[in-house]
């Protein structure tokens, strides 16, 4: 592998462990550039570890130095690697981009015999894949993501035109027919993408018509619940929330909007918010927080929040709410200021985590970048700063970064893996949050939920 002269700083410096100075922190008196420099030279030194010790497997074990498979339980299908590369390319890190690419093309193949989750295949696979392609224009890679959605597609051949859970990618074969409003309706950005880039309306039009799918089953509130039965419409829980399994149906409602001016996304969207903020908001201490309810009558059923949840600042901020957006997320950074790291469930109520593990998480940083898209005041920085080096105090370890098993212990207990998203989120939102690269458009993009860079790349 060719290494420029700035990976090859980069290298050195993540390999002590220090933050890079000199000019660039001369030129720049908060200290922005230095701290992207020190993003970058984290994600180069993981990258260093992942190829070492990991290369074209799924998710690298970090403190092991092995590894395991997801989506796929036995094969391994590059996640991680895929997942990294358009943050490689936007860091400047483009041997090692060149390197993925060169992989990806030689040596993923997905005719395997095999199940995986439709969703989750979907943001991360088809997503880095198209991101990559947004990055470079390689047409392998777009022809990679039109491969991999032809063989999810078999999941949406159902009444309600909601997909099945899982898929196998070699046989078609579909599982598990109750599934969530996130695992059905997270694809319009990257199937809308496939279908402008192929000419072929199936993608965009399977992925609108699933959403819809899910919105016209609302209830009378305007709420949406946990879990339905995507063979006959039928509602299997009463939970709302916008956390864990609803969080992205929102987030894609409003970008189905953003990324292809579809008014009725956008309708959709302003409706399902309206009801949240009607039925669902709750300050406490002053805070806001918001609770889960029965989606039928209104009423509060719990109080625990999902660390998931913490990326909703920023969509209520890119919708229109933007007051309300940063509450929220100030309410999740006082969070992180008492726990270093979040846990992944908290009760507001309480003042208390209900689980105190934490899966290498991005959304506050990803909130924190949402806002500072919208008005660059440096405080969305800020969080984001802490977000990140409360990460390098705490999650690094021998082989890269790890997920936390108890962020209450001090020092924090470590876990031991990397999750693919580490790779296509945290990372690309730090540093696209402190450096003002000139590859991003900071004025016109768009990000997805795994935050795949489909829109902004400035070649
Ligand atoms: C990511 O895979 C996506 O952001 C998804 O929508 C939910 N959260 C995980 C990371 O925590």
């Given at each position: ?249 929102f987030e894609y409602l409003w970008d189905g909007w953003q990324l292809f001016g579809d008014a009725e996304c956008k309708r959709m969207y302003d409706v399902c918010t309206a009801a949240i903020l009607k039925h669902q908001q709750v300050w406490r201490d002053g805070s806001l927080w918001f609770a889960d309810v029965d989606f039928e009558t209104g009423q509060v059923v719990s109080a625990e929040q999902d660390e998931l949840a913490?990326?909703?600042?920023g969509l209520l901020a890119q919708g229109g709410a933007a007051r309300i957006g940063a509450a929220y997320v100030e309410s999740w950074a006082k969070v992180q200021d008492r726990y270093g790291v979040l846990p992944e469930g908290y009760d507001y109520a309480a003042a208390q985590p209900t689980q105190r593990g934490n899966a290498l998480r991005p959304e506050l940083a990803d909130a924190a970048f949402n806002l500072w898209l ?86």
């Amino acid at each position: 592998m060719r290494m420029s002269r700035r990976e090859i700083m980069a290298g050195t410096i993540a390999a002590s462990g220090m933050v890079a100075c000199g000019a660039a922190h001369g030129a720049d008196a908060t200290g922005w550039q230095a701290l992207a420099q020190d993003v970058k030279a984290q994600m180069a030194w993981a990258w260093d570890q992942y190829k070492a010790h990991a290369w074209g497997k799924d998710e690298i074990k970090p403190v092991s130095g092995t590894f395991s498979s997801f989506p796929l339980k036995t094969h391994h299908l590059g996640l991680s690697l895929v997942e990294a590369l358009d943050t490689l390319w936007v860091m400047g890190l483009d041997s090692r981009f060149e390197d993925g690419v060169a992989w990806v093309k030689a040596d993923l193949d997905f005719a395997v015999d095999g199940e995986v989750s439709v969703f989750e295949t979907s943001i991360r696979l088809i997503g880095g894949l198209l991101s990559a392609h947004h990055a470079c224009g390689d047409a392998v890679l777009l022809a990679k993501a039109r491969d991999l959605a032809d063989r999810l597609l078999p999941a949406f051949a159902t009444p309600t035109g909601m997909p099945y859970r899982f898929v196998n990618l070699k046989t078609g074969a579909v599982r598990e027919s109750v599934t969530s409003p996130a695992d059905i309706a997270t694809y319009l950005p990257e199937w809308g993408t496939l279908s402008r880039l192929t000419g072929d309306p199936r993608y965009a039009d399977t992925a609108r018509k699933a959403a819809t799918a899910v919105f016209d089953r609302r209830s009378r509130l305007d709420l949406v619940a946990t879990q339905i039965n995507v063979l006959n419409g039928a509602w299997q829980s009463r939970r709302a929330t916008v956390g864990s399994y609803c969080d992205s149906f929102f987030e894609y409602l409003w970008d189905g909007w953003q990324l292809f001016g579809d008014a009725e996304c956008k309708r959709m969207y302003d409706v399902c918010t309206a009801a949240i903020l009607k039925h669902q908001q709750v300050w406490r201490d002053g805070s806001l927080w918001f609770a889960d309810v029965d989606f039928e009558t209104g009423q509060v059923v719990s109080a625990e929040q999902d660390e998931l949840a913490a990326f909703y600042g920023g969509l209520l901020a890119q919708g229109g709410a933007a007051r309300i957006g940063a509450a929220y997320v100030e309410s999740w950074a006082k969070v992180q200021d008492r726990y270093g790291v979040l846990p992944e469930g908290y009760d507001y109520a309480a003042a208390q985590p209900t689980q105190r593990g934490n899966a290498l998480r991005p959304e506050l940083a990803d909130a924190a970048f949402n806002l500072w898209l919208l008005d660059r005041n440096p405080r969305w920085r800020e969080i984001g700063r802490t977000h990140f080096l409360a990460m390098k105090r705490w999650n690094r370890a021998a082989y890269g970064y790890t997920d936390i098993a108890d962020v209450t212990a001090r020092p924090m207990l470590q876990a031991d893996h990397c999750p693919g998203y580490w790779w296509s989120e945290q990372m690309k939102y730090y540093y696209l949050l402190f450096s003002d690269t000139p590859r991003f458009d900071y004025a016109n993009n768009y990000l997805s939920t795994e935050g795949n860079v489909l829109l902004g790349f400035r070649r």
